[in-house]
Every structure is written in structure tokens, then in C-alpha cells.
């Protein structure tokens, strides 16, 4: 499984980060968030899903 961050609507606000760290982080310019863990290891994956269905601006899209 992939994680996609849709830059356009990405405010930054790292709720992503709080819910699973492990696959997310903010960039250098804390104001949009990156996939550190491409692909999302399995043990990793329902945290993931957790912060793409939690995101508040809809940036974050699970593919596979």
C-alpha cells in the first residue's frame, strides 16, 4: 500500500504524523506533510488508513 499527499490541500496541520508516525513526518517547511515509509510496511498499514480517514483538509489517498 501506497500513501499519496495531495500538496493543494495539505495545510500541515500533522495529525497524520500524531496517528502514525512511522510513515509520516513534516517537511523542512512544516507545512506539508511526507511519506516516509513508501510503501507502508503491513504492520504499519492500519495506522495509516486511520490518519488518511482522520485528515482534515482530505489530503492524504490510500492506493493498494
Known sequence: MRIIVDPNRCEGQAVCTGLAPKVFEL?????????????????LQKRALKAVEKCPMAALKAEG
Open 27 to 43: 517537511g523542512d517547511d512544516d507545512e506539508i506533510v511526507r511519506v516516509i515509509a513508501d510503501p507502508v510496511p503491513e504492520e
